[in-house]
């Protein structure tokens, strides 16, 4: 008893992506399809290729002729199909192929990926005009709504860098459309992408500017107070 249990156990496991269970249904398949599809990759992995409507009924319950019946509809539905295959004998031999089921998973995958992303997206877009009516502390008007879909989809800003210069704007006194575009197009004209990029670009001309303002007042006792980028004056 014990050496038959073992050697059940001893069969091994086969390869299922989990992304088949989680997506069968959103393939429109049903339990039954499923389960047979698990089986015919259950023979593949096990050496044989190409089993037989009596072979998967026996492990299934369904009849040899519904098992018939969900192959036909799996192979005229683009989800296995039977390939003929030759040995080095040259004998011919069909065999099935699950990769159509594959590449279906993948086209779900990437499908659900981009929906994710159009949605993240959507979340950004809507928490960047937020941002900028609070800052503002007003709604915006139809011209400066266009002008932020702009920034976005013409000129491809990230809504991160898009905050970053309203911030920039912000803590330079000058709170305007016009002088946020002109801090947008610096910054991509010198190849800026990421909130660091920004912050030591800012960095830079801050402490330049310190500078030339320390050597102009060496004689002054007032402390030169750290100076904003204008950026309209660049």
Same mark, same amino acid.
């Given at each position: 008893? +014990? ?115 159009? %949605?993240?997206? +959507? ?9 900028? %009516? ?28 898009? +905050? ?71």
């Amino acid at each position: 008893m +014990k050496s038959t249990i073992i050697s059940w156990l001893q069969e091994g496991t086969i390869t299922v992506p989990a992304i088949l269970f989680s997506e069968y249904r959103n393939l429109n398949l049903n339990e039954y399809e499923l389960v047979l599809l698990l089986n015919i990759m259950t023979f593949i992995e096990k050496g044989n290729q190409f089993p037989t409507p009596d072979e998967l009924s026996s492990r299934m319950t369904v009849s040899i002729a519904e098992c018939n019946e969900l192959l036909r509809r799996l192979i005229q539905r683009g989800f296995i199909e039977i390939m003929d295959e030759y040995s080095h004998d040259g004998i011919r031999f069909e065999k099935y192929s699950v990769t159509p089921l594959l590449e279906k998973l993948v086209e779900q995958f990437l499908i659900k990926s981009k929906h994710v992303d159009e %949605e993240s997206k +959507k979340t950004e877009e809507t928490d960047l005009y937020t941002c900028f %009516e609070k800052e503002f502390g007003r709604p915006l008007s139809p011209f400066e709504c266009e002008s932020l879909a702009m920034w976005m989809d013409d000129d491809h800003h990230d809504p991160i860098i898009i +905050k970053a210069a309203l911030r920039e704007a912000v803590m330079s006194g000058k709170l305007n459309f016009r002088y946020i575009d002109r801090i947008l197009f610096e910054w991509k004209k010198n190849g800026i992408k990421t909130i660091d990029q920004a912050k030591n670009h800012g960095r830079k001309f801050r402490n330049k500017q310190l500078q030339n303002k320390k050597a102009s007042h060496d004689d002054s006792e007032q402390p030169p107070t750290v100076p904003f980028y204008n950026w309209l004056e660049n």
